[in-house]
């Protein structure tokens, strides 16, 4: 079975610096790979998508993500992070069978 | 436009109580599914439907029914209600052919069981 992890439960960064979250997976066939994001109470928001067209994901908010074969990850990054980043950070792969298999969530504090 | 529209969005029940959370989407989708979602676990998926007429089940579905009579709508119901489904529920939906397809998700229904 397919399944994704997320290092870090909590990341925590100054509004302007690099945003980094990592995710890896794992997957025995070519994987669909999603990043959603939740802002408080609210439900899952679509940031971007790899679907193999191609390995370089640039998505919505300045958000983008590699998907590297050779490391089986797909860490999400941002050049410079805003106060509105804060928010939930989900990873998903989805399998056969259309279900999304999420990661447990990676939380992004921004600071001022 | 209304997407993915669950109902209610707060609702408190008492342990034994039965109670229908309520999604539906105008999209068309054939894919429906439900998720709980709970602190440091990520989202988990409770029972999915590929289309009307057929249902199956996902990584936690004791406690929970559903049925799917119609493509718009995919109604989860809680027969007897426990503290452990204490939870904040999302209901999703997508085209089901092609994986790379955007699954889109409701606002989220927060139930509390005590």
């Known amino acids: 079975a397919q399944s994704v992890t997320q290092l870090g439960s909590h990341v925590s960064v100054s509004e302007g610096a690099l945003v980094l979250l990592r995710c890896n997976y794992s997957?025995?066939?070519?994987?669909?790979l999603f990043w959603y994001v939740q802002y408080p109470n609210q439900g899952l928001q679509l940031l971007l998508k790899y679907t193999s067209a191609a390995t370089l994901v640039k998505g919505i908010n300045g958000f983008e993500a590699e998907f590297k074969k050779s490391e089986t990850s797909f860490h999400l990054t941002k050049p410079s992070a805003h106060m509105s980043d804060a928010a939930e950070y989900f990873c998903a792969v989805r399998e056969a069978g259309t279900a999304l298999i999420f990661g447990k969530g990676t939380t992004l504090s921004v600071s001022s | 436009n209304a997407g993915v529209t669950q109902t209610p969005k707060f609702q408190v029940l008492k342990t034994g109580q039965s109670m229908t959370l309520q999604c539906a989407q105008d999209m068309n989708h054939e894919y429906m599914s439900w998720y709980r979602q709970d602190p440091g676990m990520g989202l988990r998926l409770i029972h999915y439907?590929?289309?009307?007429?057929?249902?199956d089940q996902g990584e936690v579905p004791n406690g929970y029914n559903v049925s799917r009579s119609t493509t718009e709508d995919f109604p989860l119901r809680l027969l007897s209600a426990a503290p452990s489904q204490t939870s904040v529920y999302f209901c999703?939906?997508?085209?089901?052919?092609?994986?790379?397809?955007?699954?889109?998700f409701g606002e989220g229904s927060w139930l509390t069981v005590v």
């Open positions: 999703a939906s997508s085209y089901a052919t092609g994986l790379g397809n955007t699954i889109y």
């Open positions: 997957s025995s066939v070519p994987p669909y």
């Open positions: 439907s590929v289309g009307a007429g057929i249902t």
